[in-house]
């Protein structure tokens, strides 16, 4: 049987933004070299450099829910196609700043426009497709963003050997050209309406119907008129992710640190790491999650957490390449799992006029972890050495995989919890 199969029913309008998708991630090449152009161009210090990164990090964690609420007020497509555009123009400025103040600014500003584009984009997958579709929907969105990852930084670092001014130009080229194919390419406005109740599986569904009868299918989502910040449901379920992020944001962090300083193993042993992350993304990810489709979120979401606890605890027992390359796999089977499937339980919780707000509280959460990962786990390197640092992320594993177990389980009075 064909296991791409699934995405055969996918509507024209998801191909379409994985095209969109696609070209502007194959243009990702700011970022990876920005602390590069900075020290060697500019001759900026290397801890100013990072201050960089910082502010970016910053503008995005304040974005996300500013651009969940203009999603839902504007519109996804029109959001998305303005901060496509938007960033490529301000890409084309940042070499004509030469000023570190300056460079701040712009900086804080492409991350605004930049990061902008994500809420609008879950957002938009989510309305386009039915429940059932939505994983492998997902799965399809993060199949574009990986494949444009390993190319992107790939083409940068062959510009950078000749200017890296044309990192710039070839970033904001991709962007604009992105936002085109949205503004060009794309048939009309399209919606499947997504806002009838939700149950945790097939069985649950069955005996409410036979409980309450057919007149229950045509019940308000449960979370209308609830803002995403005032979503128990909601709120839990971030609880039980963020665990689950802090540990994932070490790969960046340090990983590099681990692989380099304490198990002596080249620089370049790094790189191996993404390319085997992102070959088993690029190949098993739409089929993975086409197959699991039918699973309930609660078993989603617990085995992808248990996996990554697994994946990055077990860090602490690898010696060397096998090791890491097994610890590796598993984790990543982990992200393959948890990604889409958080994405899916996240437009499900989210009433379909609220699908913006909610999705920007979702993508919050990441910068969130993307911010203090970093700190929290080299902190514990230092301080503490490398085994507790990767006790610590089985257990913050751990701690995600037990919540996220409890994610539809009813209580006596058969309420769900945290609902």
Same mark, same amino acid.
């Given at each position: 049987m064909n296991p791409w199969r699934g995405l055969r029913g996918l509507p024209r309008e998801i191909w379409i933004l994985f095209a969109a998708?696609?070209?502007?991630?194959?243009?990702?090449?700011?970022?990876?070299?920005l602390v590069l152009y900075l020290t060697r161009v500019l001759a900026i210090s290397v801890s100013h450099a990072a201050l960089a990164l910082t502010v970016y990090g910053v503008g995005a964690l304040l974005t996300m829910p500013i651009a969940g609420r203009l999603t839902d007020q504007l519109g996804a497509l029109l959001v998305m196609r303005w901060s496509l555009l938007l960033s490529g123009f301000v890409l084309f400025l940042f070499p004509l700043a030469h000023h570190?103040?300056? *460079? %701040?600014?712009i900086t804080f500003v492409f991350a605004i426009l930049n990061e902008s584009v994500r809420p609008p984009s879950l957002a938009l997958v989510s309305d386009l497709v039915t429940p059932e579709q939505r994983k492998q929907a997902f799965a399809l969105s993060?199949?574009?963003?990986?494949?444009g990852m390993s190319l992107g930084p790939?083409?940068?670092? *062959? %510009?950078a050997v000749y200017s890296f001014r044309f990192l710039f130009f070839a970033d904001g080229a991709t962007s604009i050209l992105a936002g085109l194919v949205l503004a060009f390419a794309w048939p009309g406005t399209r919606r499947v309406a997504t806002s009838e109740p939700q149950w945790e599986d097939a069985?649950?569904?069955g005996r409410e119907i036979e409980a309450e009868g057919p007149a229950l299918l045509a019940a308000p989502h449960p979370a209308a008129d609830l803002r995403a910040f005032r979503n128990r449901r909601m709120l839990y379920f971030l609880a039980a992710l963020i665990p689950t992020q802090l540990v994932f944001f070490q790969l960046t962090s340090t990983l590099p640190v681990f692989l380099v300083r304490y198990l002596k193993l080249p620089e370049s042993f790094y790189g191996t790491v993404f390319t085997l992350n992102t070959l088993m993304i690029v190949a098993l990810e739409v089929p993975l999650?086409?197959?699991?489709a039918h699973w309930s979120h609660r078993r989603t979401l617990t085995l992808g957490a248990l996996l990554y606890a697994i994946g990055f605890g077990s860090f602490a027992l690898a010696k060397g390449p096998a090791g890491?390359?097994?610890?590796?796999?598993?984790?990543t089977f982990g992200e393959m799992i948890l990604m889409p499937g958080s994405a899916a339980y996240a437009a499900e919780i989210a009433p379909a006029g609220r699908r913006g707000e909610y999705m920007g509280l979702y993508t919050m959460s990441f910068s969130f972890a993307f911010s203090v990962a970093p700190w929290l786990g080299a902190m514990l390197l230092e301080s503490r050495g490398p085994q507790m640092l990767w006790g610590a992320a089985l257990i913050s594993g751990c701690v995600s995989t037990?919540?996220?177990?409890?994610?539809?389980?009813?209580t006596k009075g058969a309420a769900e919890v945290p609902r």
């Amino acid at each position: 049987m064909n296991p791409w199969r699934g995405l055969r029913g996918l509507p024209r309008e998801i191909w379409i933004l994985f095209a969109a998708t696609l070209v502007n991630r194959c243009g990702t090449m700011v970022l990876p070299f920005l602390v590069l152009y900075l020290t060697r161009v500019l001759a900026i210090s290397v801890s100013h450099a990072a201050l960089a990164l910082t502010v970016y990090g910053v503008g995005a964690l304040l974005t996300m829910p500013i651009a969940g609420r203009l999603t839902d007020q504007l519109g996804a497509l029109l959001v998305m196609r303005w901060s496509l555009l938007l960033s490529g123009f301000v890409l084309f400025l940042f070499p004509l700043a030469h000023h570190f103040a300056a *460079i %701040l600014a712009i900086t804080f500003v492409f991350a605004i426009l930049n990061e902008s584009v994500r809420p609008p984009s879950l957002a938009l997958v989510s309305d386009l497709v039915t429940p059932e579709q939505r994983k492998q929907a997902f799965a399809l969105s993060r199949l574009a963003v990986n494949l444009g990852m390993s190319l992107g930084p790939a083409i940068g670092g *062959i %510009l950078a050997v000749y200017s890296f001014r044309f990192l710039f130009f070839a970033d904001g080229a991709t962007s604009i050209l992105a936002g085109l194919v949205l503004a060009f390419a794309w048939p009309g406005t399209r919606r499947v309406a997504t806002s009838e109740p939700q149950w945790e599986d097939a069985e649950d569904l069955g005996r409410e119907i036979e409980a309450e009868g057919p007149a229950l299918l045509a019940a308000p989502h449960p979370a209308a008129d609830l803002r995403a910040f005032r979503n128990r449901r909601m709120l839990y379920f971030l609880a039980a992710l963020i665990p689950t992020q802090l540990v994932f944001f070490q790969l960046t962090s340090t990983l590099p640190v681990f692989l380099v300083r304490y198990l002596k193993l080249p620089e370049s042993f790094y790189g191996t790491v993404f390319t085997l992350n992102t070959l088993m993304i690029v190949a098993l990810e739409v089929p993975l999650n086409n197959s699991t489709a039918h699973w309930s979120h609660r078993r989603t979401l617990t085995l992808g957490a248990l996996l990554y606890a697994i994946g990055f605890g077990s860090f602490a027992l690898a010696k060397g390449p096998a090791g890491i390359f097994a610890s590796v796999a598993v984790w990543t089977f982990g992200e393959m799992i948890l990604m889409p499937g958080s994405a899916a339980y996240a437009a499900e919780i989210a009433p379909a006029g609220r699908r913006g707000e909610y999705m920007g509280l979702y993508t919050m959460s990441f910068s969130f972890a993307f911010s203090v990962a970093p700190w929290l786990g080299a902190m514990l390197l230092e301080s503490r050495g490398p085994q507790m640092l990767w006790g610590a992320a089985l257990i913050s594993g751990c701690v995600s995989t037990l919540l996220m177990s409890r994610i539809g389980v009813k209580t006596k009075g058969a309420a769900e919890v945290p609902r």
